[in-house]
């Protein structure tokens, strides 16, 4: 059919012309796809994807990304369909971030990749398999740094320095903050979603009653769940305008970080959460142990030229998810004849 006088259905928006609509269209603060860091192993540029695009798709598609569906978020080994796992949180995150970004002109792709990649490096059982990968290493485990390892070393993404800067220092136990505002987007992204879901996890688990949060979270935030999301992305959004930088208004970043500390005492760390965990740890350290000891048992793709035996087990151990961990627990420290 013929398209003359008509303006064409489709727009045919290559990576050079999503570049320079990035750079009319994004605030001044906002990181630039064509003035992303350049990659460790240099690479033709794609012709559609933005380079932060094409992080975000790696991430995507990566083995370590599908493992975050049994990994857990709060509960251990969940029983029911409507618990948040580690790939739903995350999901929820890129989503948080990504509104955020939008809403203050920074770069979605990039904010997106961070938040998707921010808990790629998890251990099975949530913070539990932090402290019990711990005694293993030097100075302390942590998840967003060990992200970065899996997709540097373990399965090698070649991921700008931007989307690797943003997963290693999400944490906010990390200093310094991100260097791009979208690293710093997801450390609130991450927050945000957590207080919301994990209050409602706990709630369908019989952990908490509905009417149990304190009235002050509710006056400032609302109820828990939606509300909450929406209230402290408005905070964050209309906080971060004012000061021209991602931010949250002083009072209301105070009151986030109490309702973290009531949730670490009411749920995250209450007496049953701390013998599921001790579980955990019992796991986890049985095993890098076993591996350590056994390390032809351990994949090739964790035995890395420059790794130990010890720290190859770490490696393996701590890509496992929840339910492959406790079956080769089983499997290798079940008393024979007992089943």
Known sequence: MSTTGRAPALHHRTREVREADEEQRLAPAATRSAAARPRDVAEPEDPYRTAFERDRDRILHSKAFRRLKHKTQVFLNPEGDHFVTRLTHTLQVAQVGRSIAASLGLNEPLTEAICLGHDIG??????????????????????????????????????????????????????????????????????????????????????????????????????????????????????????????????????????????????????????????????IQDLVQWFADRPDEVPDAYRLPDSTALQAAVDYVAGMSDKFAMRLHDERFRPAGLY
């Open 122 to 283: 998890h251990a099975p059982f949530g913070h539990t398999g932090e402290d019990a990968l711990t005694p293993f290493v030097d100075g302390e485990w942590q998840h967003a740094i060990h992200g970065v390892r899996v997709v540097e070393k373990l399965e090698p993404l070649n991921l700008t320095v931007e989307v690797r800067d943003g997963i290693s220092q999400s944490s906010w136990k990390n200093d310094p903050p991100p260097f791009t505002p979208e690293g710093t987007i997801c450390r609130y992204a991450d927050r945000i979603a957590y207080l919301a879901h994990d209050v409602q996890d706990a709630i369908r688990a019989g952990v908490l009653q509905p009417d149990a949060v304190p009235d002050r979270y509710r006056r400032l935030f609302g109820e828990p769940g939606r509300d909450w999301i929406d209230s402290m992305v408005t905070i964050v959004v209309s906080s971060s305008v004012d000061a021209g930088e991602v931010t949250m208004e002083p009072d209301a970043l105070a009151t986030m970080h109490e309702l973290r500390t009531w949730m670490f005492e009411n749920v995250y760390l209450r007496p049953e959460a701390r013998a599921q965990g001790e579980r955990g740890v019992r796991v």
